[in-house]
T-cell receptor, first 114, second 113 residues
Framework: KAGVTQTPRYLIKTRGQQVTLSCSPISGHRSVSWYQQTPGQGLQFLFEYFSETQRNKGNFPGRFSGRQFSNSRSEMNVSTLELGDSALYLC?????????????FGSGTRLTVV | AQSVTQPDIHITVSEGASLELRCNYSYGATPYLFWYVQSPGQGLQLLLKYFSGDTLVQGIKGFEAEFKRSQSSFNLRKPSVHWSDAAEYFCAVVSYNNNDMRFGAGTRLTVKP
């Protein structure tokens, strides 16, 4: 079956702009989580959605938001981009949360803010 | 505070040598434990996981990990490293009542020919 698909793979944005990243989970998976990966901070949890509801949220400012659609696809939005938002954004899906098969990760979206 | 520690930032081993990557956690109760591997520019691939039961867990690519409750550790091992194992390895934990997966800082593995 198809894996977790993240689009686009690469993005370059200007400081102050906003950006939307997309994640299509594995078919049948209802839980989608987002992570930010940077060399300095490592992998940091952003939020998790399950059946269109945000179930968990990490410690990020309100500029970072997300949503999940009825088909389990998820989007992440970052408004008023800052240089420090440059990172690899990873999406992960699971069937019902971590107690199942664990998370399957996509290849990520590389965001560069200039 | 809950935390995951990977003490080694970078490890270099010779091809064919054995490997052990360390992971320690600090959680109120035994969490769910994972090891992931990441190749440059790629996402994370699950190597193995521990939820309960047998404390020695077998994973893909010849990796195994041992859960030691007394030491709050979940070290990853491989008897003979291949050049293709060069990558970054992440230990991750999830509290049993929460779906928030926390990662260690990662250990970068270099394999010498």
């Amino acid at each position: 079956k198809a894996g977790v698909t993240q689009t686009p793979r690469y993005l370059i944005k200007t400081r102050g702009q906003q950006v939307t990243l997309s994640c299509s989970p594995i078919s049948g998976h209802r839980s989608v989580s987002w992570y930010q990966q940077t060399p300095g901070q490592g992998l940091q949890f952003l939020f998790e959605y399950f059946s269109e509801t945000q179930r968990n949220k990490g410690n990020f400012p309100g500029r970072f938001s997300g949503r999940q659609f009825s088909n389990s696809r998820s989007e992440m939005n970052v408004s008023t981009l800052e240089l420090g938002d440059s990172a690899l954004y990873l999406c992960a899906s699971s069937s019902a949360g971590i107690q199942g098969d664990g998370y399957t990760f996509g290849s990520g979206t590389r965001l560069t803010v200039v | 505070a809950q935390s995951v520690t990977q003490p080694d930032i970078h490890i270099t081993v010779s091809e064919g040598a054995s490997l052990e990557l360390r992971c320690n956690y600090s959680y109120g109760a035994t969490p769910y434990l994972f090891w992931y591997v990441q190749s440059p520019g790629q996402g994370l691939q699950l190597l193995l996981k521990y939820f309960s039961g047998d404390t020695l867990v077998q994973g893909i690519k010849g990796f195994e990990a041992e859960f030691k409750r007394s030491q709050s550790s979940f070290n990853l091992r491989k008897p003979s490293v291949h050049w293709s194992d060069a990558a970054e390895y992440f230990c991750a934990v999830v509290s049993y009542n929460n779906n928030d997966m926390r990662f260690g800082a990662g250990t970068r593995l270099t394999v010498k020919p």
